[in-house]
Structures are given as C-alpha cells and as structure tokens.
C-alpha cells in the first residue's frame, strides 16, 4: 500500500484556504494597526495576539469536539464548513471599518512618510495618528471587536482541518502525507503573497485593502469548494481503520486522557518535551513572521512580499524530500537538523542593513523557509503519533495549545523590546536564540517517532521507503 498523495492533497484543500488566511491576516494587521490606528509596536503585539489566546483555549475545545462528533459527513467537514464561511465573511467586512478610519487620518492630513529612515518624523506622524484614534476610539473598538468574530471563526475548524490528515493516513505515511498537507498550505500562502504583490501591499501604508481582501477571501473559497465537492471524510476514515487493522499498525488502548493517562511515563516526558520544543521555535519563528512586514518596510525598506516567496518556495521545494529523509533517519534527527538551519538563517539576517542589497535577503529566507520546512513536516506527526485511537483531534488540539502560547508571547514580548532596543538589533536576534532553545528540548525526545519497520512484517508493503 501506497500514500494516496492524490487523496492527502484534496484533504489539504482546507490547510490551503487556512493557510492563506494567516498569510494575509499577518501582513496587513500590522500595518492596519500601526499606520491607521497610530498603536505602538507593544499595543499591536498584544492586538496580534489575540487570535493566539483564542487558540490557546478553543483549539483543544473543538479538536476534542469534533473526535466526539458523528455525522453523515464526517467528524471535521461540519466544522470547516461552518467555519470557513463565518470567517470569509467576518474577514471582508473587517477592511470597511479600516477605510472608515483611513478616511479619518487623510482627511486630517496627516502625512504618508517617503523617507521611512526619518525615525523623528515617524515618531511624528505615530502620534499624530494615535492621538487622531483615541479621539474618537468607536472605529479601533469596532475594528477589534470584528476581529474577534474572524478570529474565533478560524478558531472552530482549524484543529478540526489539521486533525483530518491523521484520521484518513495510517501511522507510518503521516510525515510524508504532512509534507503534502504543508505544501498545499504553502501554495495557499504563496498565492496571497502575489497578491499582496499586485496590489502592492508593501508600497501604500495608506492603501484601503479592501480589493486585497477580496481577492483572498474569494481564494479562500476555491479551497473550500474543492474540498466540498471532492473529499468523502467517512469513508477515507474507514477505509483508514481498515488499512491500521489489515496491516497489523500497533494501536494503542484508547483510554487516553489529557493529563497524559495512557501513556507510558517515557511517553508522557517525550510529549512534554516535544510541546516545549513547538512552544520554544514558534517563539523565535513568529516574532519574525508576524512583524517582518513591519520589519521590512520600515526598516530595511524592502518589498516583504517577494522576500517571503522566496522563503515559501524553499519550503515547497523542501517538504516531500524532508518527509521522504524522516522515513528514512527519523523524525527527531530530521526536526533537529532544520532547527538548526533555521537559526542560522536568523543569525545572518541580523547583519543585513538598509544599505544592504535586498538581493542578499532571499538566500537567507530560503534557508529560512527550508529549515521551517524541515522542522514542520515531522512535528505534527510526533504528537499524534503518541495519540491514542479516536483521540486524534485532542493531541491536534494540545500541538495548537503549544504553538499558540508561544504565538501569545512571541509579539508581545518582541514589541516590547522593539520598543526600547528599536527592531534593528532585537529583530533576528530575538528569533535565533528562541529557536535554539528548541534543540535542547527536542535532543531529549525518546518517544513519537515512526516505528521502524521489521523485516517480514507486512508494514513492508506500506510506502515508507
């Protein structure tokens, strides 16, 4: 038996439109808050972090709601069809209560600043447009309060969407069926990054986004109709349980629960260890995501958007040759390998300046985005391979609660050093050394690799070669 990678690419239709959302929520949130609403890099953090405090409770909430759900259609497809529309909707209708306030700041005439290395006449215009927000501060409240429902919207089907890929592959082909799952979601995010090209997204900071948005809500929507029209959840569930049993794939007892009950004490150190692992790198990782269009407009004075292609088409390259080199070495060695690519690229990109040619920036993104690769492709299926049988969506949600506390601290955290360093000296640093962190933990892992495969056993007829 072969991975199906037809079948693994449809049900990653729904990663796809999550991912595209995330790729565009984060380049223009920021910028949003910060050149509209005038809030300092401390108070935009912790807006950007929102959606993470969210996660952080609701995740394992409906991963665990959707192992217990049983309809016609399947656990998960109820909740990214409900999900996905609420969001689409919620997400449009943000960007006029954005124009409304931009109307506001042009109107009073507060300068667009061309000279981005002016930091006296930045500082000027920041105040001037703070000052103009909290006047009148109904469009912030409002601006917020709408990010909340598109927030909670993508909160109720993302551990659903991510839980599904398990549920229909076997244990030995998850890294490989993940790394297809992580490419649909890249092409997601590379699509709104050339769209954030065409509608230069990096270029106007007083840009009215609601073209932009559109554009990738209704992107959005060709990965929902996709998979609404071609992915059969209970069946490729069964025909999974099926194939576990047919193959004899060692299964847990499902009496597992979340204080790690059912685990062996090993089990539950590696676990732990394999969370704080996710925690420590998406610290380092999203500090850098979440604020590089920040980052790259004012500071370095760079179009982020082809920077970040760069990085996302490394990674693409990356992700079927990472999982088919985790068959073959191990998930652990692979994961530690990318960590430390990935922290290299951060070092280096802490010695490029404004002065530097922007060209120097896509060889270290690419080490960046294959290093991310490396990592992500294998991290995923650690957790659940410790799951026990029809608690997939809980371990999705425990993965999600990991990486969203880290995603809470992470920019909060780095606004606030942002703030009282300046970014240029906190920026990469600030990711380098949290990645590092992560080696630590994860050299201690003994448990959630893919089991080795024993000579005669009829595990030899799977893929994992």
Same mark, same amino acid.
């Given at each position: 038996?072969?991975?199906?990678?037809?079948?693994?690419?449809?049900?990653?239709?729904?990663?796809?439109?999550?991912?595209?959302?995330?790729?565009?929520?984060?380049?223009?949130?920021?910028?949003?808050?910060?050149?509209?609403?005038?809030?300092?890099?401390?108070?935009?953090?912790?807006?950007?972090?929102?959606?993470?405090?969210?996660?952080?409770?609701?995740?394992?909430?409906?991963?665990?709601?959707?192992?217990?759900?049983?309809?016609?259609?399947?656990?998960?497809?109820? $909740?990214?069809?409900?999900?996905?529309?609420?969001?689409?909707?919620?997400?449009?209708?943000?960007?006029?209560?954005?124009?409304?306030?931009?109307?506001?700041?042009?109107?009073?005439?507060?300068?667009?600043?061309?000279?981005?290395?002016?930091?006296?006449?930045?500082?000027?215009?920041?105040?001037?447009?703070?000052?103009?927000?909290?006047?009148?501060?109904?469009?912030?409240?409002?601006?917020?309060?709408?990010?909340?429902?598109?927030?909670?919207?993508?909160?109720?089907?993302?551990?659903?969407?991510?839980?599904?890929?398990?549920?229909?592959?076997?244990?030995?082909?998850?890294?490989?069926?993940?790394?297809?799952?992580?490419?649909?979601?890249?092409?997601?995010?590379?699509?709104?990054?050339?769209?954030?090209?065409?509608?230069?997204?990096?270029?106007?900071?007083?840009?009215?986004? #609601?073209?932009?948005?559109?554009?990738?809500?209704?992107?959005?929507?060709?990965? $929902?109709?996709?998979?609404?029209?071609?992915?059969?959840?209970?069946?490729?569930?069964?025909?999974?349980?099926?194939?576990?049993?047919?193959?004899?794939?060692?299964?847990?007892?499902?009496?597992?629960?979340?204080?790690?009950?059912?685990?062996?004490?090993?089990?539950?150190?590696?676990?732990?260890?394999?969370?704080?692992?996710?925690?420590?790198?998406?610290?380092?990782?999203?500090?850098?995501?979440?604020?590089?269009?920040?980052?790259? #407009? #004012?500071?370095?004075?760079?179009?982020?958007?082809?920077?970040?292609?760069?990085?996302?088409?490394?990674?693409?390259?990356?992700?079927?040759?990472?999982?088919?080199?985790?068959?073959?070495?191990?998930?652990?060695?692979?994961?530690?390998?990318?960590?430390?690519?990935?922290?290299?690229?951060?070092?280096?990109?802490?010695?490029?300046?404004?002065?530097?040619?922007?060209?120097?920036?896509?060889?270290?993104?690419?080490?960046?985005?294959?290093?991310?690769?490396?990592?992500?492709?294998?991290?995923?299926?650690?957790?659940?391979?410790?799951?026990?049988?029809?608690?997939?969506?809980?371990?999705?949600?425990?993965?999600?609660?990991?990486?969203?506390?880290?995603?809470?601290?992470?920019?909060?955290?780095?606004?606030?050093?942002?703030?009282?360093?300046?970014?240029?000296?906190?920026?990469?640093?600030?990711?380098?050394? $949290?990645?590092?962190?992560?080696?630590?933990?994860? $050299?201690?892992?003994?448990?959630?690799?893919?089991?080795?495969?024993?000579?005669?056993?009829?595990?030899?007829?799977?893929?994992?070669?």
């Amino acid at each position: 038996m072969k991975l199906n990678y037809k079948r693994v690419l449809l049900v990653g239709m729904a990663f796809f439109l999550i991912s595209a959302f995330w790729q565009a929520y984060d380049a223009i949130t920021p910028l949003i808050l910060t050149n509209h609403f005038g809030l300092p890099q401390s108070v935009s953090g912790a807006v950007m972090s929102i959606d993470n405090v969210l996660a952080v409770f609701m995740l394992p909430i409906f991963g665990a709601l959707s192992d217990k759900k049983n309809t016609r259609f399947g656990r998960r497809t109820p $909740f990214i069809f409900f999900g996905t529309i609420a969001a689409v909707v919620s997400f449009f209708a943000l960007t006029f209560i954005d124009n409304y306030q931009l109307a506001k700041v042009v109107a009073k005439g507060i300068p667009e600043l061309v000279n981005k290395d002016d930091a006296e006449a930045m500082k000027m215009v920041a105040e001037q447009t703070l000052k103009l927000t909290l006047e009148n501060p109904w469009p912030l409240i409002g601006f917020i309060a709408t990010l909340l429902v598109v927030l909670i919207s993508m909160a109720t089907f993302r551990s659903p969407a991510v839980a599904l890929m398990p549920d229909v592959t076997v244990k030995p082909l998850r890294s490989k069926a993940n790394a297809i799952i992580n490419l649909t979601g890249t092409a997601g995010g590379i699509i709104v990054l050339v769209l954030g090209m065409v509608f230069a997204t990096s270029k106007n900071l007083y840009m009215q986004y #609601t073209g932009y948005v559109g554009a990738v809500c209704g992107v959005m929507l060709l990965g $929902f109709i996709l998979f609404l029209l071609t992915v059969k959840e209970k069946k490729w569930a069964e025909e999974m349980e099926a194939d576990t049993i047919k193959y004899g794939i060692e299964e847990a007892p499902e009496e597992s629960e979340t204080n790690g009950k059912g685990l062996t004490k090993p089990e539950f150190i590696s676990l732990l260890l394999i969370l704080g692992s996710v925690a420590l790198w998406y610290i380092g990782y999203n500090s850098i995501t979440s604020k590089y269009s920040v980052y790259a #407009t #004012t500071v370095l004075g760079f179009d982020y958007n082809f920077t970040l292609i760069v990085a996302q088409a490394a990674a693409i390259v990356s992700y079927i040759p990472v999982g088919i080199i985790a068959s073959k070495i191990g998930r652990r060695k692979t994961i530690l390998a990318g960590v430390l690519i990935l922290a290299a690229a951060f070092a280096i990109g802490f010695f490029i300046t404004p002065t530097t040619p922007e060209i120097i920036m896509y060889p270290v993104f690419a080490l960046a985005g294959i290093g991310w690769a490396t990592i992500n492709v294998n991290s995923f299926p650690m957790v659940v391979e410790l799951a026990k049988r029809g608690d997939t969506g809980k371990y999705t949600g425990y993965y999600y609660t990991a990486s969203m506390a880290a995603q809470i601290v992470a920019p909060i955290l780095s606004g606030i050093l942002y703030d009282a360093i300046g970014m240029r000296y906190v920026f990469f640093s600030f990711g380098a050394l $949290f990645v590092l962190g992560s080696f630590v933990t994860m $050299f201690f892992v003994k448990h959630g690799d893919s089991k080795p495969i024993q000579t005669g056993s009829r595990l030899e007829q799977l893929d994992v070669d």
